[in-house]
């Protein structure tokens, strides 16, 4: 269940014939037509779980009111009026106040859109919901007998506990990991930084039957970005995986760039590094689920990281369609 919006909330062009803006060319009404299918989180109670700060229940219509406004490129444009539509199905339901029937809402939007043949582009709320997403696309990909690669786009490792059993926006990896070992075709984090995890979390990922790779910040700038990126793909391609689940934490980028987020980080990729490791993987046409997460807009300055998270999923489908 997903409660609609309206877009003119967000944004409405002036002149939409001369000059249309993304607003003009995205629909809120589903199809039977594949398409591309945005579906806001607007939830934190998993960054509130992990002692983290909170604000990014507010993210998805933030980011909304960035993409909106943005001029259409001329793939978005194609994509929506020739072969694959772009949709908004507004945000799931999250009136419970509890992450649990959160996530199971969630799940079910995520299955139910991959089974029907669309792509669900989520906009958080917390990593917490990676949990959510990844059991959506790996239930449908069960009943498939698909294998699903996941790239975890992050500062940190997100693999920690459970928090006296419950979920929490530091848990999502440890869950889908020990959920689906068998399913999991590789597990890739990239762009970790050395002060942002706990060793156990490093032992745990190494020490996990699933094939995993981990890609730190450190090395990557040391071995050179677009050394370190072609390395990505190549491991994504040799994986023979059938699809891509890339999750987005917009705390891999430097908080001088993306101050607005759950965990600001100092050092990390710039707003050019971010779209390149996008473009890149989505360009491989295995990305069968999207997400981007951790943008809290209370701590943003001049929309600069709700901004960038806009401009990465337009990024995003100009490379998937």
């Not at 943005?70 to 793939?75: D, Q, R």
Request: hydrophobic share 40%; glycine share 6%.
């Amino acid at each position: 269940m997903t409660i609609p919006i309206q877009l003119q909330d967000y944004f409405q062009s002036v002149n939409p014939l001369d000059d249309p803006r993304f607003c003009d060319v995205i629909s809120t009404e589903l199809s039977e037509t594949p398409a591309f299918v945005i579906v806001g989180c607007p939830q934190d109670i998993g960054v509130q779980r992990n002692n983290g700060r909170v604000g990014a229940a507010l993210a998805p219509e933030e980011i909304r009111k960035q993409l909106y406004k943005l001029p259409p490129t001329t793939s978005v444009i194609h994509s929506q009026n020739n072969s694959q539509p772009i949709v908004d199905i507004g945000n799931v339901d999250v009136s419970s106040n509890f992450l649990e029937p959160i996530h199971a809402n969630l799940t079910s939007v995520v299955s139910n859109l991959l089974t029907n043949g669309h792509t669900p582009l989520v906009l958080g709320g917390g990593h917490d919901c990676a949990f959510a997403n990844g059991r959506g696309i790996f239930e449908h990909a069960k009943q498939l007998q698909k294998t699903v690669v996941i790239i975890n786009i992050d500062a940190h490792f997100d693999v920690r506990p459970l928090n006296n059993g419950l979920a929490h926006s530091g848990s999502p990896f440890r869950q889908l990991l020990e959920a689906y070992p068998h399913q999991i075709n590789h597990f890739i984090e990239f762009g970790i930084q050395n002060f942002a995890f706990a060793q156990s979390h490093r032992e745990y990922i190494e020490s996990s039957t699933v094939p995993s790779t981990i890609y730190f910040y450190d090395d990557i700038i040391t071995n050179g970005f677009q050394s370190s990126l072609q390395n990505l793909t190549d491991v994504c391609v040799a994986s023979k995986a059938d699809w891509i689940y890339l999750s987005i934490d917009m705390d891999s980028v430097q908080s001088a760039f993306a101050p607005g987020v759950s965990a600001p980080a100092a050092m990390g990729f710039t707003p050019n590094e971010l779209l390149s490791i996008v473009k890149a993987l989505c360009s491989t046409k295995k990305v069968r689920l999207l997400d981007i997460v951790e943008v809290n807009p209370t701590y943003d300055i001049d929309n600069r990281t709700s901004k960038l998270a806009a401009i990465t999923l337009v990024t995003a489908l100009n490379f998937l369609t």
